[in-house]
């Protein structure tokens, strides 16, 4: 098995794989490579797990296997090409067919990428990477930067125009997690499961006292508060709003 760590920018939250394959085998041997590269591995067995999956853990990129039971991998990327909320996703689709004709109908259905089984896994991770730099860059680029505010992953640092800003390691990653996601309305379970993480044992009023102490850091004398709330819904980051 490889091991892709080097691939992983330090303090990077992950970003969410879903890997939908009914051979258990082969699903944990995803598992296993994408997490040691630093992903977050979401897993569905079956295509009619996946829409609600989808809906619940918006992942960053889907592998989804063509020969699934009950609901095909075919169909189940039409059916998230077809959502306003879910077309954006990023498919690679994984198969043993190796005709052209196939791979041909695959890419016309809306998968992005096409692997044929058996594969190699170090092009298969390559791919994983390639798709998401192009899909999600604030997953992997090492400065984020919205408005006058700039986050640095790799030397832990936040600036405001000049001013260096000092948060807590919370406080930086949730900031980070705002910033990759601008003009974005984010619900407290949201941003729960992006910061602490789905299994933390953490109140949602957590989430309102440590946005209390980002903002009361990143706002001084005139300067405006990046960060609105959204009366019954969350929060939303940046001057865009979504």
Same mark, same amino acid.
């Given at each position: 098995?490889?091991?892709? *760590?080097? $691939?992983?920018?330090?303090?990077?939250?992950? %970003?969410?794989?879903?890997?939908?394959?009914?051979?258990?085998?082969?699903?944990?041997?995803?598992?296993?490579?994408?997490?040691?590269?630093? =992903?977050?591995v979401l897993y569905a067995a079956s295509g009619e797990d996946?829409?609600?999956?989808?809906?619940?853990?918006?992942?960053?990129?889907?592998?989804?296997?063509?020969?699934?039971?009950?609901?095909?991998?075919?169909?189940?990327?039409?059916?998230?090409?077809?959502?306003?909320? #879910?077309?954006?996703?990023?498919?690679?689709?994984?198969?043993? @067919?190796?005709?052209?004709?196939?791979?041909?109908?695959?890419?016309? #259905?809306?998968? $992005?990428? =096409?692997?044929?089984?058996?594969?190699?896994?170090? +092009?298969?991770?390559?791919?994983?990477? /390639?798709?998401?730099?192009?899909? /999600?860059?604030?997953?992997?680029?090492?400065?984020?930067?919205?408005?006058?505010?700039?986050?640095?992953?790799?030397?832990? @640092?936040?600036? @405001?125009?000049?001013?260096?800003?000092?948060?807590?390691?919370? +406080?930086?990653?949730?900031?980070?997690?705002?910033?990759?996601?601008?003009?974005?309305?984010l619900s407290r379970g949201q941003i729960l499961d992006g910061?602490?993480?789905?299994?933390?044992?953490?109140?949602?009023?957590?989430?309102?006292?440590?946005?209390? *102490?980002?903002?009361? /850091?990143?706002?001084? %004398?005139?300067?405006?508060?990046?960060? @609105? #709330?959204?009366?019954?819904?969350? =929060?939303?980051?940046?001057?865009?709003?979504?």
């Amino acid at each position: 098995m490889i091991d892709a *760590r080097l $691939d992983v920018i330090p303090g990077a939250l992950a %970003a969410k794989v879903l890997v939908v394959e009914d051979e258990a085998a082969l699903a944990e041997l995803l598992r296993y490579n994408l997490e040691a590269a630093g =992903y977050t591995v979401l897993y569905a067995a079956s295509g009619e797990d996946v829409e609600v999956l989808v809906a619940e853990e918006a992942p960053d990129l889907i592998l989804l296997d063509w020969m699934l039971p009950e609901t095909s991998g075919i169909e189940i990327c039409r059916r998230l090409r077809a959502r306003a909320d #879910t077309r954006h996703i990023p498919i690679i689709m994984l198969t043993a @067919r190796s005709e052209e004709a196939d791979r041909i109908r695959g890419l016309s #259905t809306g998968a $992005d990428d =096409y692997v044929v089984k058996p594969f190699s896994l170090p +092009e298969l991770m390559a791919r994983v990477r /390639a798709l998401l730099r192009r899909a /999600a860059p604030e997953r992997i680029a090492e400065v984020l930067s919205v408005g006058d505010i700039e986050l640095d992953r790799a030397a832990h @640092r936040v600036l @405001r125009g000049k001013r260096e800003v000092r948060l807590g390691p919370t +406080e930086f990653r949730l900031l980070e997690y705002f910033m990759q996601s601008p003009g974005r309305v984010l619900s407290r379970g949201q941003i729960l499961d992006g910061v602490w993480g789905r299994n933390a044992y953490v109140d949602e009023r957590t989430v309102d006292v440590h946005i209390g *102490r980002l903002r009361k /850091a990143l706002v001084r %004398a005139k300067e405006s508060d990046p960060i @609105r #709330t959204v009366r019954g819904a969350g =929060y939303v980051f940046g001057e865009r709003s979504a």
